[in-house]
């Protein structure tokens, strides 16, 4: 007995459903993730609110292929259940001044600004690890909270953004307010 055609259509239309699925959740998890940012830690480079990031993840998985100054996103490391979007700002073997705002007597009282010596304080990125602090350092949990990031939680390099807070053109004729988001950062020697 033959099934009716349309079983057999919704078995045909279920089988593609679920392909099509499972393409879409293999590129997003190893190639490509679209995903929206907040928070105050990236601005000015990524708004607080309405931005989204093009993450490309292919080769940058784990911290491959990156360099000084990339954003990228990880899994938060005192907190798996949330992501970050951060600038690498230190390398494995960099030696790295934990926070000298600690040591300022301009945002502390002259006891604390002592008592906490942030120049003082050196940390050497382990292998395996990066140093990874927001763009807004008076706003931001990063490195200076959790110390170094494995680099295996990185999850993938921030290449673009789009700001959906304005029209789908806005004043730049840009669709979305799309943006590339370059490395740079410079190191002076």
């Known amino acids: 007995m033959a ?29 490509y993730e679209f995903s929206e ?5 990236m601005l000015p480079t990524l708004h607080n609110q309405y931005d989204y990031v093009h993450v490309w993840k292919m080769g940058h998985k784990a911290g491959d292929n990156l360099d000084m100054g990339d954003l990228v996103v990880a899994i938060k490391p005192s907190d798996p259940e949330h992501r970050v979007c951060k600038r690498i700002t230190g390398m494995p073997g960099d030696i790295i001044a934990i926070d000298p705002s600690s040591s300022s007597e301009l945002t502390n009282s002259s006891a604390i600004a002592t008592q906490h010596d ?16 927001g763009d807004n350092l008076c706003h931001s949990l990063d490195s200076r909270s959790y110390s170094v990031m494995p680099m295996a939680l990185i999850k993938g390099k921030i290449v673009a953004a789009n700001s959906m807070n304005k029209g789908f053109f806005s004043g730049e004729y840009s669709f979305w307010s799309f943006r590339w988001l370059a490395n740079n950062f410079v190191v002076e020697r």
């Open 3 to 31: 099934l009716p055609e349309s079983i057999r259509f919704l078995g045909v239309t279920f089988s593609w459903t679920l392909r099509a699925g499972c393409l879409l959740h293999v590129l997003h998890e190893n190639v």
């Open 118 to 133: 942030g120049y003082n304080k050196l940390i050497k990125v382990p292998k395996g690890h990066v140093w990874c602090t």
């Open 37 to 41: 940012t907040r928070g105050e830690s």
